[in-house]
């Protein structure tokens, strides 16, 4: 898939994703977040996917969205400044969603399809133009 991340630089997302799920989830629990709370909400992020019953390019918005470092980067901030403690464990809860997906190689939608990502194509799906799996 052209523009896909393969190879070397593929690996070293993966890795990141793994480091920033251990490292969020660490914090989490650090600063006293329930686990239930962890374990409710570490998949809420893929409730995203219903963006695609508005179709491809909607859903690609939609799951992107949930699936960017800005959102949880943005409200841990302000979570962090008005001294909000739930906000703090949901923006670690999604943080660790997010690294959880890149490490299990997991990336961003693009409009062609859910199982196009800028990690290269999920498999067990059909490919446009023929049968099979990729």
Partial sequence: MQGAVIGAPRMIVRSEGAALFVAASVLYFMLGGPWWLFAVLLFAPDLSFLGYAAGSRTGAVVYNLAHTF???????LIAVVLKIELLQH???IH????????ALGYGLKYAS???DTHLGRLKGGKQKGRQGTS
């Fill in 95 to 102: 943080l660790a969603h997010i690294g959880l997906d890149r």
């Fill in 90 to 92: 949901l923006a670690l």
């Fill in 70 to 76: 800005v959102v949880p980067l943005a409200l841990g």
């Fill in 113 to 115: 399809g859910f199982k």
